[in-house]
């Protein structure tokens, strides 16, 4: 178990998970080291890190902001700055160092629940810089006394998230008709921030049972119309779906050259979330269904354009 005395080093705090751990870790008691420099492959931690302390490193670059550079443009933000904090972390006597990956790392499509112990498939430079970069800390924790907790989750949900998912709330809230009412047989995990930041709570407070790989998710798989439904009906709209039989629309996207947004919509990507439950006896605190509504609600409130 960490102490809450322990101090918290958290990189990424300012995005859009750490905006909600930073406040979560607060009210909880820990000692957050704050003023943190930029992470990169030559950054100096000396000063910021605490002997005994934890590290929870969320920066990284996706792969929208890395637009045509492909995978040598991530790799300086996303495997080489990563070795380097984990390197000096280990050097000055940290305890804990939790990463966060991404379930891409195993692949874009499953219908059986992926486990931690499937083997590596990423589908894009990002799941392959994720993928990297875990392997690298893998590593580094051979022999070690500092413990590595590598959380991968799929799609993370809430208020003000960027990508793939603001698109889709935007998408459902805008009232804009989508070809998407077929769309039911498909089955996608996500994970709302508030079960991502709970479950970073508990991996600190069981440190040594929390070593390892663990797949995180929501409680159960959706479909996309019921994701837009859920979105939809959040926003006090109807979502407006329409009948596309899923075989033109795959069909579309091949002609389009976009088989990577017919995958997203169409496809299933699934989670086994077992060795979090059993390990750590972790069970997501907020249903998907709440948690999608209430990024709806907290957006609107925000005055975010959903």
Known sequence: MTDVSTPILVTGASGFVGRALMPALATAGYALTTRLPRPAPDTDWTDWLMPGGAVIHLAAKAHEQAAGAGLDGLRPANVAATV????????????????????????????????EADPPAPASPYAQSKHEAET???????????????????LVYGPGAPGNIGRLLHWACSGRPLPLAAATTNRRHLL??????????????HRQAAEGVFHVADDRAVSTRELLTVLAA???????????PPRLLWAGARLIRR????????????????????????????????????????????????
């Not at 959040?234 to 596309?244: C, E, H, T």
């Open 136 to 154: 690298a800390l893998c590593q580094l924790a051979t022999g070690s006394d500092m413990l590595v907790t590598i959380i991968r989750s799929p």
């Open 192 to 205: 709302g921030r508030d079960n991502l930041v709970d479950f970073i709570e508990h991996a600190l407070m």
């Open 84 to 115: 380097n904090l984990a390197c000096q972390s280990q050097a000055a006597g940290i305890r804990h160092f939790i990463f966060l990956s991404s379930i891409g790392v195993l692949g874009s499509a499953s219908r059986t629940p992926l486990t």
């Open 234 to 244: 959040g926003a006090g709209r109807s979502p407006r779906l329409f009948n596309v």
């Open 259 to 306: 088989r990577d947004l017919a995958e997203r919509l169409l496809g299933s990507l699934t989670v086994d979330t077992a060795r979090a439950r059993e390990r750590l006896g972790w069970v997501p605190p907020r249903p998907v269904e709440a948690g999608l509504r209430e990024a709806v609600l907290r957006s609107s409130a925000q005055g975010e354009s959903v």
